[in-house]
């Protein structure tokens, strides 16, 4: 083990998942194998109160941080903000942005109510830790997540849909107010003209809300090795999930993003050639170099 892999090994990260239980239990034993034991990450849950604890992922949770289910979550911005804390989300009400206010379609408005918990809540517990990795409990993993290092605000690649994904962040503890901070910057009624001037969706207010701290200079996008999936039993406000997975051993376990699939494919693809040659070149290094096309090509061209 190198040097800096030892070192993030020491760093304690915390990984946070934000919604509800979907997915099922094959989807978190790739999240457990892929993801937590790598980092050896502690494990917390923040979901809309169940009854239903019996999965396993209330098993392997370090903390359970339960938020109500509303009916209309326009109550619980009505308990934190100004009486027009609406506008932007009335305003781009289309996009999905409002998702989970009155008869809005969508998940953008619980989505930001979450963060929003945590930062109110949970920031004496976060700021424990060295690492944070804000993510899903549908992800299904095909491969290690990388080892990324602190310094950065790490972010999936691809689903931007025109402007930052929501579904995977990973950050330092000491970014809490810049990246968790979305519902105060969206519901400040000096930030209202700006932001009613960007036809917002949930991805394009996160954008505007990174750029207003000045987190925006410090992304990274790093390869995707989960996608999102869904049991035929979970609930959406959104995407249904339609197709089925080579990987999968459950006839009812679905891809919910086609994209994010053939993505993590593709990259677990490029892990296999990469290790498939190394491992070629220190068996036989001599050999590996006098039969590569490509160290042909470099040797040729010296």
């Known amino acids: 083990m190198d040097r800096s892999t030892s070192e993030k090994m020491m760093e304690k990260t915390l990984t946070i998942l934000i919604g509800s239980a979907r997915g099922g239990e094959e989807t978190w034993e790739t999240m457990y194998r892929h993801l937590l034991a790598p980092y050896k990450s502690d494990l917390a849950l923040c979901f809309g109160e169940s009854d239903d604890k019996s999965a396993s992922l209330y098993d392997r949770a370090n903390y359970v941080w339960d938020i109500p289910e509303y009916e209309n979550w326009r109550d619980y911005f009505s308990q934190y903000f100004p009486e027009d804390f609406d506008q932007i989300f009335v305003d781009s009400k289309v996009t999905g942005i409002m998702g989970g206010i009155d008869d ?36 299904y993993y095909l491969q290690d997540h990388p080892l990324l290092p602190l310094g950065s605000f790490h972010l999936v690649e691809g689903e931007d849909c025109g402007g930052i994904t929501d579904r995977h962040h990973v950050f330092d503890s000491s970014m809490l107010k810049d990246v968790l901070g979305i519902c105060d910057f969206m519901c400040a ?16 207010a996160l954008l505007e809300f990174f750029r207003s701290t000045g987190i925006d200079q410090k992304i990274n996008r790093f390869k995707r090795v989960q996608f999102t999936v869904a049991e035929a039993r979970d609930g959406t406000r959104w995407k249904k999930a339609k197709n089925c997975f080579s990987e999968s051993t459950s006839p009812t376990l679905m891809l919910k993003y086609e994209g994010e699939y053939f993505r993590a494919k593709e990259n677990l693809k490029g892990l296999f050639w990469l290790k498939l040659r190394l491992k070629q070149f220190f068996s036989n290094p001599i050999h590996f170099l006098a039969n590569s096309s490509k160290f042909k090509a470099i040797l040729g061209a010296r």
């Open 104 to 139: 809005a379609r969508g998940s953008g408005a619980i989505i930001f109510a979450f963060r929003d918990f945590l930062l109110r809540n949970k920031s004496k517990i976060l700021l424990e830790y060295d690492r944070i990795i804000l993510t899903r409990s549908d992800h």
């Open 189 to 204: 009624r000096e930030n209202f003209p700006h932001l009613m001037s960007k036809n917002l969706n949930p991805e394009r």
